[in-house]
């Protein structure tokens, strides 16, 4: 498959598991739009980063690939890093005076 | 080695730099794109998911932020035909995250206190540690 074949990249496309792939990173992208909609950036930016933790599991548990100690401990600092974003307000609190400034400018 | 081609360090922090700051740029945008819409749970509740579609892209900012992603997604596969994915991938990977924490503080005026900042450093070191 290369750029200079196009009709068998478009052909790629509707393959189960590259349409299946593509369709679940559509749903991705929809959910961390509504996300940002409600919640900052530097709080929903490590929590999805969580993603990486699942990947490692089914790269384990599925796909049966060897974690190595330095990859185990990535998963743990991400896991605390998460757990501890996730204790904190999802949202900046700010106050409805400056809101109504910012509004007028 | 740095790269398979023999790229220079400083020439190799310049193309990881251009994708962590276009990457940046796009969450930024992205992220002020969104808060400007407001929440997307209401305007589904309101107008159905058509709306909410509609919504978004009737958002300029939000334009912005995808034409910066898809920056540095291209300038990811031009860092990639030069230096090692190994090197690559976590550093990107993990920079980003700092980056965003500083400029969601000076450019979206979030409250990046320091349980942020803790959770912003622990995951750039997780993902470092997972991606290399």
């Known amino acids: 498959m290369s750029i200079a074949h196009p009709a068998t990249l478009i052909a790629a496309v509707f393959t189960p598991w590259i349409a299946l792939g593509i369709g679940l990173l559509m749903c991705f992208f929809a959910s961390y739009l509504t996300a940002l909609s409600w919640a900052d950036l530097t709080f929903v930016l490590?929590?999805?980063?969580?993603?990486?933790?699942?990947?490692?599991?089914?790269?384990r548990f599925w796909l049966h690939e060897s974690i190595s100690p330095e990859r185990w401990a990535g998963?743990?600092?991400?896991?605390l890093g998460v757990s501890f974003v996730a204790q904190g307000p999802s949202l900046?609190?700010?106050?409805?005076?400056?809101?109504?400034?910012?509004t007028t400018q | 080695m740095i790269g398979a081609a023999h790229v220079g360090v400083w020439s190799a922090a310049a193309m990881i730099a251009c994708v962590v700051l276009c990457s940046t740029a796009g969450e930024v945008l992205t992220a002020a794109a969104m808060k400007s819409i407001g929440d997307l749970d209401e305007i589904r509740?309101?107008?159905g998911f058509p709306g909410a579609v509609r919504a978004v892209v009737s958002?300029?900012?939000?334009?912005?932020?995808?034409?910066?992603?898809t920056l540095a997604f291209f300038s990811l596969l031009f860092a990639l035909s030069h230096l090692n994915l190994s090197l690559v991938a976590p550093a990107s990977a993990s920079l980003t995250l700092v980056t965003n924490a500083v400029a969601g503080k000076i450019f979206l005026k979030e409250n990046v206190d320091r349980r942020r900042w803790t959770a912003a450093v622990l995951v750039c070191i997780g993902v470092y540690l997972l991606a290399h």
């Open chain 2, 59 to 69: 958002c300029p900012l939000f334009f912005g932020g995808i034409g910066f992603l």
């Open chain 2, 45 to 47: 509740a309101r107008s």
């Open chain 1, 92 to 102: 900046t609190e700010r106050p409805v005076p400056q809101i109504e400034e910012a």
């Open chain 1, 46 to 59: 490590p929590a999805t980063a969580f993603g990486n933790v699942i990947v490692a599991f089914f790269a």
């Open chain 1, 75 to 79: 998963i743990a600092l991400i896991t």
